[in-house]
């Protein structure tokens, strides 16, 4: 069955940087569409960043220019940068994987999901 494993998430100062990792297992991981939500306190959940079985990528306007998502398909294993780090960008951050064709920053469009990785920026 599917799995997916964050880490990397972490407790930084503004403007500082974070690197999240995700490793998949039990599904063919480099035919599905990745992305990478997040969710604070009393906040539903957001698409951050997403990228295409083809290494195409789509940012949240919030995000863009600060994060870079890309991915290893040979070692099933996805990745987000976060740079300039903000206290707003706070949340607990998942990563998921999707089949269903569209390739969009919309968590129903995702089946698999991980625990998810807590990062924290204080100002």
């Known amino acids: 069955q599917a799995q997916l494993v964050e880490s990397g998430g972490g407790s930084v100062q503004a403007g500082g940087s974070l690197r999240l990792s995700c490793v998949a297992s039990?599904?063919?991981?480099?035919?599905?569409?990745m992305g990478w939500f997040r969710q604070g306190p009393g906040k539903v959940r957001e698409g951050v960043a997403i990228i295409t079985s083809g290494g195409s990528t789509d940012y949240a306007d919030s995000v863009s220019g600060r994060f870079t998502i890309s991915k290893d398909n040979a070692k099933n294993t996805l990745y987000l940068k976060m740079n300039n780090l903000k206290p707003e960008d706070t949340a607990m951050y998942y990563c998921?994987?999707?089949?269903?064709?569209?390739?969009?920053?919309?968590?129903?469009?995702?089946?698999?999901w991980g625990q998810g990785t807590q990062v924290t920026v204080s100002s």
């Open positions: 998921a994987a999707g089949g269903s064709g569209l390739c969009v920053r919309h968590p129903p469009y995702f089946d698999y």
């Open positions: 039990g599904y063919t991981f480099s035919t599905y569409c």
